[in-house]
């Protein structure tokens, strides 16, 4: 008992004293302490950030083309199950050709930060859950009659591809001034452009249906980017930072538009998310300590561990 006491203030003092400078500096009001930037080593973010990138790069390819990371380049990451329900998405070929390509993109991105970083091949791999109902509970959709399904209608599979890719240029823009070294900052800045790139052209094309209701249901595709903005925000527990295509004028760039393809806060700068943030939304459960949604066993690595050990729900 004692041990642990003492290696949880040890952690907490880590945590609390590599805060401190930013806590001197900072002329704003501190976040919420469930916001506020943790410190991880730099490796730790990308071993993180090489898990979300997997998971989002495994739903992309085996809906596009129905292959997954290993076929595209073996022993990138670990064997072991493949993601739970993936399946082939029913999309124009347009469609397809981009989502492959954003697939493909991943891939590369896995091998640059295997590259560059002190990971090895094959990357430890978490256990993903990429079944409709997971997508609909993480989306926030789980009450919709017939259960929603992102697999069978090019909108509801935009919508999913949509908040995968925020919520990974959000952590990437969270952790960018915290990295420590001139290759890692440039290879992570060559993935958050790219990621940014592909969550412009997925909200741009689900802003030219911005009005079409998306079938089976009554609700267009504007009302679906505003339940799922208005769950993500509620789990992520860190005030709006996932936004609807369409929003009140307050809300909009310099306050003179309700079109926002490009979410983005008061000054049209990109919202960021922290670890926590994005566990909690990815896990569904509003704690990044309880997993769940779309990565059922949780996530490999230090900073997972550092999370669970501080119970930073
Ligand atoms: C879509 O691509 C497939 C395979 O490349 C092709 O057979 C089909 O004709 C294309 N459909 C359209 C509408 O272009
Ligand atoms: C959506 O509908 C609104 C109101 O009817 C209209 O002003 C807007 O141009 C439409 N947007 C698109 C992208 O079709
Ligand atoms: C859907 O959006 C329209 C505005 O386009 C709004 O009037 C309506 O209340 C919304 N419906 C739901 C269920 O959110
Ligand atoms: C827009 O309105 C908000 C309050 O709703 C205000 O905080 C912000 O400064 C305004 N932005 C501009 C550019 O006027
Ligand atoms: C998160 O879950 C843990 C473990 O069940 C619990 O101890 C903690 O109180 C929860 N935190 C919040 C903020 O709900």
Known sequence: MATRSCLCAFLLFLVFAFQSPIIRANIFPLPPRECRQLSFATLARFEFLSQLIQLRTEFLL???????????????????????????????????????????????????????????????????????EAFANVLGLGGLVPPFNVYNNRLRFLLAANLLTNLLVQYEGAIAPAIIGNDEQRLLSGIERTNAA?????????????????????????????????????????????????VPLQLGAQNRTTVNVVPADVNSLAFTRIETEVLRIIFATANATITGGLLPSGLFGAAFRLILALRLG
């Open 198 to 246: 592909e969550l412009g052209v997925i909200r741009a094309q689900l802003y030219a249906s911005v009005n079409a209701t998306v079938p089976p249901y009554t609700l267009t595709v504007r009302n679906l980017t505003d339940i799922i903005a208005e769950t993500v925000n509620l789990r992520g527990r860190c005030d709006v930072k996932e936004e609807g295509l369409i």
């Open 62 to 132: 085996r809906s596009s083309i129905g292959v997954g990371i290993n076929d595209i380049s073996p022993g990138l990451i670990q064997g072991g199950p493949a993601p739970i329900g993936a399946a082939i998405a029913t999309l124009d070929n347009v469609t397809r050709g981009i989502i492959e390509q954003f697939g493909l993109n991943g891939v590369g991105h896995l091998r640059a930060i295997v590259d560059v970083t002190a990971l090895n091949p094959p990357l430890p791999r978490p256990l993903i859950d990429v079944r409709a």
